[in-house]
């Protein structure tokens, strides 16, 4: 009964008050007065705004490599991260106090002094001079303003000058204050404050101007802070009015001092201190990697793109992109320093980033999908390059796993695993013989150089080595063309293109989508692999092989955290079982005859890479390829626990020949990527295909 009378008589008060401060000099009809006032400050606080009760504070999310600990970059729209109050110097909790409402600790979350205070004072000088707002009422505008799912209009509403909004802000306070103790809301409160130069609450304000936690200010430090919450543009020590935000801190401190919170001799002694700031900003997007790991701009803007693509975070592409920027999300990325270093070491061995030529290189890991790596000879910048120039040194570019403007880079005769799969699962055993002839005329159409009568004959690249009679093992060691061209004939082409894609093999140009969805049944180059693809996704399919037949989506993530700590489920390997294993493992036999291996049955005969398994000590198989006239390169290796794909292209001209002479370079290069990531991993052996797979022929599908 008490209360309610109180509350009655305040709102009387606070009516006419808000005559004083938002009208000036009128005063408000006595039936508006009781009108708005008995009802509003009522309010129950079960009846408040969900956003009141559980605030939607934009903060920042953190993406950190796979220690959990590096941190990549930060994304966000305001700079921010909530602390607990525990976390916060009790002085910087004083100050804020002392500077913004020294009777926090007293009243209801409406101050009745304060509010006859400015209603005097305005009423005295005929203008609003003097506001009357409370910690509470200031942290409930806050939030109203800084809801993220506001528009702009409405953001201007919360906090335009009126008298409703200010009855508003009264009801919510003295709501909140009979529910919340007021330390929960002083942590609020500075978790939500601007505190200018872009850092919004403590966490974020003490590092942007002195590189330190909330838990290490000093008196002047944190009394500067208090201070410039008042006017955080304008008195900005970093970009506005140094003099002014030193101003403000010896209003502070005074404020302190008369609140008996703090001796005069201490705040002599602090106000006495010059201006020490240490400036620092918090990265900001994938520009704002360090710049001594330049190298991981591209891992963070395929990580981008992968968010972008996750329904966990909305609806639309946008909706998900402002989730990652206001979200709070802690990100532990896939990336693992140790190799994306030494796979950038390697890539720059071949090319600079002053030439042309780019040798993009992806590590992904089987039977996760997860990548630790994503390196190649550029600069992830924005900055301008020379004339005729368009993606070396700068590029943002998405030159490793594709996208944009970039639609990947032949990948010759590694796409000759696809025809291996397809024909394995068809019902060919890897002891399919064929005599294999310098050059084969198909049935395939085609036009142009390639073309024999208006039908596709391919030859041997070189036929003293791989003409003659061949078994899978051996023509895929050799990569005898013609063989792989018949075989594609046995099984049809169409299951090939098929194949790819299941792997995961994207195809991103134009040209080559209409032809899989077109004319997949006459696509017999395809085996040569004259469909563009990236190193991301051709590592993948490899690892699709290393892993028994299970594909798992390139994962740029190990795990993910919304700001409440919880565990998102889109950090899962999304994986999948789209081969037989015996089939894939058959397949790998026949892979480990390419690098200088030995398959289980002792059928290796011939290598395009015969020096990798010696240097690399374990057991591993994989592909070389070249396209057509050695426009690019290619070297895919994997070994149970990994998977290394690289492509040597000229990105802005495709048809600028790298030349058949680098592939050793990648070769070496792609095997001491594979040594320095296994260094502390066990070796494994491959699992051995059934003989009935190996060595005896089985009724084909549809048959």
């Known amino acids: ?81 909530d602390v607990p109050l525990h976390e916060v110097a009790p002085v910087m909790r004083q100050a804020i106090v002392a500077a913004e409402d020294v009777r926090f600790y007293q009243h209801s979350g409406v101050d009745l002094r304060g509010v006859v205070r400015a209603f005097t004072v305005n009423k005295r000088d005929g203008q609003t001079r003097q506001g009357a707002s409370t910690l509470t009422m200031q942290y409930v505008r806050n939030v109203l303003s800084n809801d993220p799912r506001l528009t702009e209009a409405q953001r201007e509403a919360a906090t335009e000058l009126t008298t409703v909004r200010k009855l508003q802000e009264m009801r919510y306070a003295l709501a909140l204050e009979r529910e919340l103790d007021k330390d929960e809301i002083l942590t609020r409160y500075l978790n939500i404050a601007y505190f200018g130069a872009g850092a919004y609450g403590i966490a974020a304000a003490s ?28 008195d900005d020590p970093i970009n506005g009015d140094a003099d002014s935000a030193v101003a403000r801190r010896s209003y502070v401190l005074e404020r302190l001092v008369e609140s008996g919170q703090v001796p005069a001799d201490a705040a002599a002694a602090a106000r006495a201190e010059p201006l020490q700031l240490r400036p620092s900003e918090t990265p900001n997007d994938c520009t704002g990697v360090p710049d001594a790991h330049n190298d991981w701009g591209f891992f963070c803007d395929w990580f981008t793109r992968w968010w972008s693509s996750q329904s966990a975070f909305g609806a639309t592409a946008d909706e998900r992109q402002r989730a990652l920027r206001r979200g709070g999300f802690s990100i532990v990325s896939s990336l693992d320093p140790g190799v994306q270093r030494a796979t950038t070491e390697q890539v720059l061995k071949i090319y600079p980033m002053s030439r042309a ?7 992904v890991q089987p039977g996760t999908g997860r990548v630790l790596a994503m390196s190649v000879n550029r600069a992830y910048s924005v900055a301008d390059n020379p004339v005729g120039q368009k993606n070396h040194p700068n590029t943002v570019n998405q030159l490793i796993a594709g996208g944009g403007a970039i639609e990947g880079y032949q990948g010759g ?9 397809a024909a394995l699962e068809s019902g060919l055993p890897l002891s399919t013989e064929f005599v294999a002839p310098t050059q084969l005329l198909t049935r395939f159409p085609v036009t142009g150089a390639a073309s024999c009568d208006g039908h596709w004959c391919p030859a041997n690249a070189s036929p003293s080595s791989m003409d003659g009679p061949r078994t899978m093992w051996s023509a895929f060691g050799r990569s005898v063309n013609t063989y792989f061209a018949w075989l594609t004939e046995k099984v049809g082409a169409d299951r090939v293109v098929e194949m790819a894609e299941r792997l995961g093999i994207v195809l991103r140009a134009k040209s080559d989508a209409e ?54 489920d889109a950090a899962k390997p999304d994986c999948r079982q789209v081969l037989d294993a015996d089939v894939a493992r058959a397949a790998t036999d026949a892979a480990r005859c390419p690098v200088g291996d030995q398959s289980m049955y002792g059928r290796c005969d011939g290598a395009t890479a015969p020096g990798l398994r010696a240097k690399l000590g374990r057991p591993v198989a994989g592909k070389t390829g070249s396209s057509e006239r050695y426009e690019t390169e290619t070297v895919v290796a994997f070994t149970p626990q990994l998977a290394v794909a690289s492509m040597a292209a000229n990105p802005d001209d495709p048809r600028d020949a790298v030349g058949q002479a680098v592939q050793a370079q990648m070769v ?33 599908a549809g048959n």
């Open 1 to 81: 009964m008490i209360r309610a009378q109180l509350d009655k008589l305040l709102t009387v008060v606070i009516a006419g008050v808000l005559a004083g401060l938002v009208l000036a000099a009128a005063a408000l009809p006595v039936a508006l007065v009781f009108g708005i006032g008995f009802s509003a400050l009522s309010t129950p606080y079960s009846e408040l705004p969900n956003t009141l009760r559980t605030p939607p504070t934009a903060q920042r999310s953190n993406l950190y490599a796979n220690d959990g600990t590096t941190l990549i970059t930060s994304f966000y729209q305001e700079d921010r991260v």
């Open 207 to 234: 590092k942007r101007y002195f590189s330190r936690s909330p838990a290490e200010l000093t008196l002047a430090q944190a009394a500067l802070l208090a201070g410039l919450v008042r006017s955080p543009d304008s």
């Open 357 to 363: 030529e780019a040798v993009p290189t992806a590590v």
């Open 413 to 421: 005769s590694t796409f000759k695993l696809f025809t291996l799969l």
């Open 515 to 568: 032809l899989a969805r077109y004319g997949a049944k006459d696509w017999g180059p395809f085996t040569l692999g004259v469909a563009a693809t990236t190193p991301l996704d051709l590592a993948s399919a490899y690892a699709t092989v290393a892993a028994e037949g299970t594909s798992c989506a390139p994962l740029p993530v190990v795990s993910i955290a919304d700001s409440n700590g919880r565990p998102v």
């Open 668 to 700: 070496n290069a792609v095997g001491a990527v594979l040594s320095y990531a296994l260094r502390d991993e066990p070796v494994r052996d491959f699992v051995p295909p059934s003989e009935r797979t190996a060595f005896q022929t089985q009724p084909q």
